[in-house]
């Protein structure tokens, strides 16, 4: 059974930083593309950034969050990454990371999700 | 980047009936890719539709997708109980990916 647990969450001050983690089991993890999708408390979802399979040579940003965050992986450990700083309030959200179907993430659906893991941003 | 916006914000409606989701593009979606996620309270969204009109696995025929060019829908044939949920279209025809806002199903 494929699937996705994300990690690393919790409560961080305002201009913090955080690492979130994402173990994935159950497929060849280094043949997919993978990405990050938030949702505020009671909002909808939205994009966060995205990256290519094995070397992730290519990798996508929301425009609202570029120069804050970076997208990597690990394909060696089947983890997926996002590293975050310069967090405010308005990043308070659950944190989602998903399965790409295909190696690139441009016309990827994503097709196996995680239960998503809760930041916080406060004071 | 493209806009979606779902219609309605909310469907009110009885097991057994037909629910009908739309989903709207401010440009053309490239090569109709288009995605429909349902999410239950405290769940990460599950793939139901993808590129417009396929069913994921083991997602039951009631659900159906159809569209072209902007306008996109999702079809729920006969509403059963665990199918109230709020749903999400995606595009992913471009490298910045955008959602829906979102339709809520609710029993009336």
């Known amino acids: 059974e494929m699937k996705l647990l994300e990690s690393g969450g919790g409560l961080v001050q305002p201009g913090g930083s955080l690492r979130l983690s994402c173990a994935a089991s159950g497929f060849t993890f280094r043949a997919y593309a993978m990405a990050w999708v938030r949702q505020a408390p009671g909002k909808g979802l939205e994009w966060v950034s995205s990256?290519?399979?094995?070397?992730?040579?290519?990798?996508y940003y929301a425009d609202s969050l570029k120069g804050r965050i970076t997208i990597s992986r690990d394909n060696s450990a089947s983890t997926l990454f996002l590293q975050m700083g310069g967090l405010r309030a308005d990043d308070t959200a659950m944190y989602f990371c998903a399965k790409g179907s295909s190696p690139y993430p441009r016309g990827s659906h994503w097709d196996v999700w995680g239960q998503g893991i809760l930041v916080t941003v406060s004071s | 980047e493209i806009v979606l916006t779902q219609s309605p914000g909310t469907l009110s409606l009885s097991p057994g009936e037909r629910a009908s989701l739309s989903c709207r593009a401010s440009?053309?979606?490239?090569?109709?890719?288009v995605a429909w996620y349902q999410q239950k309270p405290g769940q990460g969204p599950r793939l139901l539709i993808y590129r417009t009109s396929t069913r994921a696995t083991d997602i039951p025929d009631r659900f159906s997708g159809s569209g072209s060019g902007t306008d996109f829908t999702l079809t729920i044939g006969r509403l059963e109980p665990e199918d109230f949920a709020v749903y999400y279209c995606q595009q992913y025809g471009m490298s910045a990916i955008t959602f829906g806002g979102g339709t809520k199903v609710e029993i009336k």
């Open positions: 990256i290519s399979e094995s070397s992730g040579s290519s990798k």
């Open positions: 440009e053309t979606v490239s090569s109709s890719y």
